[in-house]
């Protein structure tokens, strides 16, 4: 049984899982690199002192947008993390280390992986 069936992902178990799945492994790796922006993203926000209505109103979009990309639930190009970058004073890193707060639940998988925001 593959990871992608059980729904599990030991420690260790990354390399088989990317050659067993290797799309839903982009997928996942994905979706996890877009939560490291958004509380990226999120925390240079909170440093700026700056709400999410002014920063939509720097980058010149809906405030729902705003909260979509910082919430992790929209997906955005890298022209908008740039935009983001730009009005935020900063450019998100990624950096390995400890799993970002909103990771939390990927457990071991994300452990694994190693993402850090800072």
Do not use: Y
């Not at 922006?37 to 109103?57: D, F, K, P, S, Y």
């Amino acid at each position: 049984m593959t990871p992608s069936e059980n729904g599990t992902h030991a420690p260790g178990s990354i390399d088989k899982w990317l050659q067993d799945d290797p799309q839903l492994a982009g997928d996942v790796l994905g979706e996890l690199l877009q939560l490291v922006v958004a509380e990226n993203l999120e925390q240079m926000r909170e440093r700026a002192g700056i709400t999410r209505a002014e920063l939509a109103e720097r980058i010149g979009c809906d405030p729902g947008f705003v909260t979509g990309v910082l919430n992790g639930t929209r997906n955005i190009t890298l022209r908008t993390i740039g935009r983001f970058s730009v009005a935020l004073h900063g450019v998100p890193a990624l950096q390995p280390g400890k799993r970002p707060h909103k990771l939390a639940s990927f457990g071991a998988f994300a452990d694994e992986v190693g993402f850090v925001v800072e």
